[in-house]
């Protein structure tokens, strides 16, 4: 089925525009939601309540307000908020470009897809094209919904994304995260290496991968659905011990030698890794070992 557009927007630079469609990129119709329920199975819905006196608040009461210091606030009426708000032009500006690998994956807040709307397509491809030939994504501002954010707009294969960055001054300077910073080992660090070239794989493949606990959620569902009840498991706790970073290292490396290195992991279901099948060329060699052992059981007999 086809996405359905959730906003339409206009990028622009120099003389150019370039119509747009914005669809989402996360799909929740397949997500597990519990709704609250008094327990005669009546469903609950939220109320304001009044501190001073715990009387409820209809919604034709209620004012919003700014906190300017503890206890004080400042009230606005819905057209002083309106005044507030960003005009929504649906504009795409772009300001700049820059090189898409500069940007941090941090910065990113939400991403959309982008798709041409009609008779947007060719000027769609042109800037689509140019992006992908110089490595480099365009910065923008997007005002909509009142708000104006900071954009970056990048290829993506045939199509156009754009990402929602985060300001600046909304995040907290790596700085401030105490890091312990020590000297690595050569030792430690070929080991770790080694142990990296074991599991690694050239492609990015989420597709091998399930989202496990929804799995379980949706099994426990079902038990009760179907009248079980859920056994709750006992809690373990983690053992604390010393470990010897070399031997860690060290046994990470046995461990994984035996099994070879994997040009990819198997596609995990259920919390199971998915066991391999033998190969046809396997089973005949085993074939043949078995009729040279039964020849020389014979031929000693």
């Not at 005044?83 to 990113?108: G, H, M, S």
């Not at 401030?176 to 770790?192: I, S, Y």
């Not at 056994?231 to 706790?237: L, S, T």
Request: proline letters at 4%.
């Amino acid at each position: 089925m086809a996405a359905r557009p959730m906003a339409t927007a206009t990028i622009s630079f120099g003389l150019v525009s370039i119509p747009c469609k914005l669809f989402p990129t996360v799909d929740n119709t397949n997500a597990v939601r519990f709704n609250y329920l008094s327990k005669d199975g009546s469903r609950l819905r939220q109320q304001y309540i009044r501190a001073s006196d715990g009387e409820i608040v209809e919604r034709e009461d209620r004012v919003q307000g700014y906190q300017f210091a503890k206890g004080q606030y400042v009230t606005f009426t819905a057209e002083e908020l309106k005044a507030l708000n960003v005009v929504a032009t649906n504009a795409i500006d772009i300001d700049e470009f820059i090189p898409l690998a500069d940007v941090e994956r941090l910065y990113i807040e939400r991403v959309y897809y982008l798709g041409p709307d009609k008779g947007a397509g060719r000027s769609y491809h042109l800037l689509r094209a140019a992006l992908t030939k110089t490595g480099r994504a365009a910065l923008a501002r997007y005002a909509a919904r009142g708000k104006s954010y900071l954009v970056l707009i990048r290829p993506m294969g045939e199509a156009l994304v754009m990402e929602q960055l985060k300001h600046a001054d909304e995040l907290r300077k790596v700085d401030e995260v105490p890091l312990d910073v020590c000297e690595v080992n050569d030792g430690e660090l070929d080991l770790a290496v080694q142990i990296i070239g074991q599991r690694t794989n050239d492609k990015f493949e989420p597709e091998n991968y399930e989202d496990e606990v929804k799995s379980r959620v949706l099994e426990l569902i079902q038990q009760k659905i179907d009248g079980q009840d859920i056994a709750v498991a006992p809690e373990e706790k983690p053992e604390a011990k010393i470990i010897d970073l070399m031997e860690a290292l060290r046994q990470s490396v046995a461990d994984q030698g035996g099994a070879g290195k994997e040009s990819k992991p198997a596609k995990r279901a259920s919390g199971k890794r998915v066991a391999g099948k033998r190969s046809s060329g396997e089973s005949r060699a085993e074939g043949e070992d078995e009729k040279v052992a039964a020849s020389a059981g014979r031929r000693e007999g």
